[in-house]
């Protein structure tokens, strides 16, 4: 029924050399060659300049169908018509080439590693028992900020009131009897005691977190002490004097604060504000005072804060005291004048954080611990600026040295920490010992090793027992390169470490950092494992030792493959390269030199560029059967690899853009386009493999498609459809994404489109941002995995999912994106929806034969409702059982009917760039046709729509993920016209909102 032409491959970077293309036109006929150069990312100019650079014409997805209309469009959007000459974005030559006899030959080289490291053993993941030593197996008390026998006495005098006693008031009595009063009653002795109701108001938020034991300590002795007959204790919700949280019967509730009856003490347990040195917060409190004291109240605070950190302001209304071990207890005049002060309070706090150099981890406990070991010039104030500091990572109640930021402390904590006393470094050993052994080994020995680069007095079993875990975490880490967790935790520790000072001291940071290097290499698209620029060579050779290896010399190639350089064994490349086969040949690249090596690795690797800055890397020549690496794209380049040296020299490319570039540039790492959005796309070319062909060309966020880029993804590959992630959307329930690129395309039908209605008015569109869609529509296994229900007519496990509304799908995503936080899914916007279900074609449908039942699944009719086409299955059919389109997207017509994230509304007739719908309406889109609909309905451009409550067993829905869209919420509507209509229910539907806290209240 289509007459378009069969799609193009991917305009813009060609992944072949052009003597790649020479070779090819010497290999097939004069009548082939122009298919040949199409096939290669080539076309044919009218003109040719030999002695100028070709240029890449823009890669238009709209440009894979029709000549004439790939032409219209880009005249609607008014891109600059660039020549269409496609070249690699960058031309290599080899121009010089000679061998360094000044460097040394490692064939007989004798390489040997340290005993301990072939004595270590590479079992630390398969243990299960700690290796902490029980002399630090205590777990450490959490020490306070003021014993209770002192706050007792203040407690008792702030929350107190004087009762009647039980024995009689003698002189009183005698009083009254001299006086001649009538006595009624006997008076009683006062005496001082709980008062019978008190108020506490606790106050913890993100600045004063690390104090909140200390709250709940005082909080938990106090109701010991006291009882909770009248003692109401409450928690401070958003700010003094809104809302404030309690606990009944164990379960929060949260209310307007209130004022306690005249007379009630009340105790405010923070820091008011100072901890965050910010003003909204100061003049909460100030506002809250103001409340409090025109009704006769003056609460009493105990404050984490120096007196010289409290606004003086605050002493009008509240009696504010000092919570530290220095404290008398006393209320705050607002005595302290700064003038006065001669302790350099910034220099005081960077010498409490060099204490804490060798530490990995530090919780409120050890901060307050190693501060109460260390003399009383170290206060509260002190404590708290540490939490703030700027060399400091805080979480919670913890903090971690700022890699960038430990290096600087190093000789200040030597000196410091060599002038405390025997007992207070074996003490400050103790402490650290024993809030690190609550932490993973790695941490306590890494934390452990970092006392011992110090020489600080380590116990000698914790010596031994450091020194053989860092010994077997480098034969861990060497055979298991694949673990993430141990891989994160490394290059944690290489970077708390990497400073040269610190390097000379710890035997281990070299063989971690060679394995470390040697690990992201294997893992990347490129063999170079890059080394610090600033190793001595005496480093060098060290890291040499752990990684090299000799063997007998053997010849590698060194290739051209698009704009990588490709180094590989020539027994490979003359095993996979048939000499009669030239298809597979050329598509290898172009081999620029051979190589005679004997290392397994090249430990100088140097490249100089025009500046003469150099770059030591090593090449792994062993792990993988090719080898590449990448350098700038301009001027000469000289390298050395062994002794081989030798000098490329790179040509740079042509600019080019597309619709939704705003600019393209080329470097090392191929042609990066900024799209209009403000985010960058790297161009990946197409690619033979060997029983699959071609593999089209790609534009994608990331320099490589890898798991690591892709979190949420248990599997990421790519084929001849393009790329593909797969990811386990809920238990035993997978699907498979497709990468949708950002593209130009005509959305809606041309006016001479048969069975074409008014409502599809074909205007440019532009999508600035790739997103993922999943190439099948949801199926019944995974609503039912998802939701524990099956609402469809047609049930099947793997049949698409029906008689599901828009406001359904909408409390489903809800649910899935709360159990899948990394996928935020999504459904598509009609564009999206659109662009993927043409993938680069033109026509009604994305297919180049006639409209039939083995196409889609559909009534088999063209317009006619009244009939079914002879072999209609009257019903859904399992996802896939259709071929898909070019881009491996199944079902994209027929099946059932898939509902979009837009409201349905009029198309614009000008350009538009990202649509996302109408604002508002009544009915949501639906798209693509189902099992029930003709063939008219089943078109690429035919748009349906139907109430977002609507539900019947011809509608469903597919994924997708990426760019971020809002929610908007449905409204109440009627039933549309021209679409499936929906089931109808006696029940009363609930809204989206009601149904969403339904969801929440499981």
């Known amino acids: 029924m289509s007459g378009e032409k069969s799609p193009r491959p991917p305009s813009g970077k060609a992944a072949f050399s052009r003597a790649d293309l020479l070779w090819g036109f010497l290999a097939v006929g004069e009548a082939q060659i122009p298919r040949l150069a199409e096939l290669l990312g080539f076309e044919e100019t009218e003109e040719a300049d030999t002695e100028k650079e070709a240029i890449p014409p823009p890669a238009n997805d709209s440009a894979k169908g029709n000549d004439d209309q790939r032409d219209d469009s880009r005249d609607m959007d008014e891109t600059p018509r660039l020549p269409s000459t496609a ?12 061998r360094d006899e000044t460097h040394p030959a490692t064939e007989n080289a004798e390489l040997t590693v340290p005993d301990w490291f072939t004595q270590a053993s590479p079992t630390i993941l398969q243990e299960t028992a700690t290796r902490i030593p029980a002399i630090h197996q205590v777990v450490p008390l959490h020490p306070p900020l003021l014993p209770w026998s002192r706050l007792l006495p203040l407690l008792q005098r702030v929350l107190g009131d004087n009762i009647s006693g039980i024995q009689p008031d003698m002189p009183k009595l005698v009083q009254q009897v001299a006086d001649r009063e009538f006595i009624r009653q006997i008076p009683r002795k ?61 379960r929060e509730v949260i209310e307007p604060w209130q004022l306690p009856e005249k007379g009630t003490p009340i105790l405010i347990l923070s820091d008011m504000g100072m901890q965050a040195g910010s003003r909204r917060e100061l003049y909460g409190w100030l506002v809250f005072g103001q409340l409090l004291k025109v009704h006769g109240f003056r609460p009493t605070v105990l404050m984490p804060v120096a ?72 206060d509260i104030g002190h404590e708290a600026c540490l939490w703030q500091h700027p060399a400091v990572n805080k979480d919670g109640d913890e903090w971690a040295w700022q890699a960038s930021s ?20 074996g003490k400050l050993v103790e402490l650290v010992g024993r809030y690190h052994a609550l932490y993973p080994d790695e941490l306590y020995f890494e934390a452990m090793y970092g006392l011992m680069l110090l020489c600080l007095p380590v116990p000698e079993e914790v010596r031994v027992a450091t020194e053989k875990f860092m010994q077997d975490m ?16 490394m290059k944690r520790h290489l970077a708390r470490y990497d400073d040269p000072a610190i390097r000379q001291e710890h035997r281990y940071w070299l063989p971690f950092m060679a394995f470390a290097r040697k690990h992201e290499a294997s893992r990347s698209s490129t063999a170079e494992i890059k080394l610090p620029d600033n190793l001595s060579p005496a480093e060098r050779e060290e890291v040499y030792r752990f990684i090299n290896h000799t063997r007998q010399p053997e010849s590698y190639v060194l290739r051209q493959v698009g704009e990588a350089l490709e180094l590989l064994p020539k027994q490979v490349v003359t095993q996979t390269t048939p000499a009669d086969e030239w ?54 380049h000289e390298f050395q690899i062994g002794r081989e040296c030798f000098v490329v020299e790179v040509k740079p490319p042509q600019q080019q ?49 890898s798991l690591e880029s892709l979190p949420w993804a248990g599997r990421v590959g790519r084929d001849s459809y393009g790329v593909y992630a797969d990811a386990e959307i809920a238990k035993g329930v997978k699907q498979r994404f497709r990468w949708i690129e950002p593209t130009h395309f005509l959305m809606g039908s041309p006016e001479d489109e048969a069975g074409r209605y008014d409502r599809e008015t074909q205007h440019p569109v532009t999508l600035t941002q790739g997103y993922w869609l999943a190439d099948t ?113 199944f079902e994209m017509h027929g099946n059932v009917w898939e509902w979009c994230q837009d409201w349905f509304g009029d198309y614009p007739a000008e350009p538009v760039v990202d649509p996302q719908g109408a604002e508002s309406g009544s009915h949501r889109v639906l798209r693509g046709g189902s099992w029930i609909a003709h063939g008219r309905y089943c078109r690429s451009a035919y748009r349906g729509r139907s109430d977002p409550a609507g539900r019947d067993d011809s509608s469903g829905f597919r994924l997708a993920l990426g760019l971020e869209l809002p929610l908007v919420r449905p409204v109440v509507s009627q039933q549309s016209v021209g679409t499936p209509a929906p089931e109808t229910t006696s029940k009363k539907s609930k809204s989206l909102l009601d149904r969403a806290k339904d969801l929440f209240k499981k």
């Open 777 to 889: 529509a949801c199926t019944q296994a995974l609503w039912q995995a998802v939701t524990g229900k099956n609402p469809s007519k047609f049930k099947n496990a793997n049949n698409p999912i029906e008689k599901i509304s828009w406001d359904d799908i909408a409390i489903f995503l809800l649910q899935l994106n709360h159990q899948q936080l990394e996928l935020k899914l999504r459904l598509p916007t009609e564009a999206e929806w659109e662009n993927a279900c043409l993938a680069g074609t033109s026509g009604a449908f994305n297919f180049k034969s006639e409209l039939s039942l083995e196409k889609i699944n559909y009534r088999g009719t063209w317009d006619d409702y009244n009939k079914w086409g002879a072999g209609a299955l009257e019903q859904t059919a399992d996802v896939k059982s259709y071929p898909p389109n070019s881009w491996g997207l």
């Open 657 to 705: 853009r597309e619709p939704w570039m705003r600019r393209v540039t080329a470097g090392g790492n191929g042609l990066r386009a900024e799209s209009l959005s403000g985010g960058e796309y790297y161009w990946h070319p197409p690619e033979w493999r060997s029983g699959e062909g071609m593999l089209r060309g790609f534009w994608y966020p990331q320099e490589s498609v």
């Open 190 to 250: 006062q005496r001082h005691s709980w008062a019978a109701a008190a108020r506490v108001l606790i106050d913890i938020n993100h600045n004063n977190f690390p104090y909140r034991r200390d709250f709940i300590h005082l909080r938990e002795r106090l109701k010991d002490a006291r009882g909770d007959e009248g003692l109401q204790v409450q928690y401070i919700h958003d700010e003094p004097g809104g809302y404030i949280a309690r606990y009944e019967y164990g």
């Open 307 to 378: 007196e010289r950190n409290i606004d003086k302001r605050l002493l009008k209304y509240f009696d504010c005291m000092v919570w530290d071990r220095n404290s008398r207890l006393k209320q705050v005049k607002g005595t302290y004048q700064q003038e006065h002060d001669k302790q350099d309070h910034a220099e005081t706090v960077d010498q409490l954080l060099r204490y804490f150099f060798t530490a990995v981890r530090v919780d409120s406990g050890l901060l307050r611990a190693v501060r109460q070991l260390l003399p009383s010039c170290y």
């Open 406 to 425: 430990k290096p600087r402390y190093l000789d200040d904590a030597k000196q410091q920490l060599a002038k405390l006393t025997t007992a207070q470094q």
């Open 87 to 98: 070249t690699s974005s960058s031309y290599y030559r080899i121009v010089e080439h000679h």
């Open 583 to 636: 298809g597979k040949h050329a598509s290898e690249g172009a081999t620029l030199l051979t190589l005679h090596l004997s290392d397994t690795h090249i430990l100088h690797n140097i490249h100089r560029d025009d500046q003469g800055k150099q770059r030591i890397v090593m090449l792994d020549l062993v792990a993988a059967g090719k080898q590449s690496f990448r350098f700038p794209s301009t001027g000469k």
């Open 474 to 489: 480098v034969a861990t880490y060497q055979q298991n390169p694949d673990d993430t967790l141990l891989d994160d935790w």
